[in-house]
């Protein structure tokens, strides 16, 4: 199946392939299921062997700044747990440690960026829908359990900082063409 699906995908493209050392697949519908890395182009020669391969959710996503300003893909970044100083705060929820790489993430990305404690659950709900994409670098837990106690968590200025599922369910995201929860 591994070969077959080399067969459709890349053997068609292979010419333009010849060189390169980076493959971006955007993948769409049961595509999304295919890890192309495993795709074989020789009997247990996997497509791992000769690109670095990543994804990206839309292609969207590959233009310019500018033209994403246009299709309203302005950037909104939340790191509330980028400074370790921030550990200090004694309201603070101890089982939610420092992410010290997130203030670097969301400076790379661009775009309307809320660290600290600027990157309140207050500050999400006002600025969310002017945004195509909201990126959170900050801690979330899934509870199998009981699914309505899974959160995404801001940073904690107050006992309602963590945005749960049946708010989730509850957003208004008609504007909003990709969420990131990193």
Known sequence: AAQCMYGYLIKPVEKELAGKKRLLVIRDAELNLLPFEVLEYQPQKYLLSRFIISYNYAASLVFSEAENKKRNLETLSFAPYAERSDLQNKSRDWSLGALPFSNKE????????????AATKKQFMEDYRKN???????????????????????????????????????????????????
């Open 106 to 117: 969301v400076s790379e990305i661009g775009g309307n960026i809320y660290r600290d404690k």
């Open 132 to 182: 195509g994409i909201i990126h959170f670098a900050t801690h979330a837990q899934i509870d199998d359990q009981d699914p309505s106690k899974s959160f995404i968590a801001f940073y904690p200025d107050s006992v309602d900082y963590k945005l749960y599922t049946n708010e989730l369910y509850n957003l208004s995201l008609e504007n909003t063409q990709l969420v990131v929860l990193s």
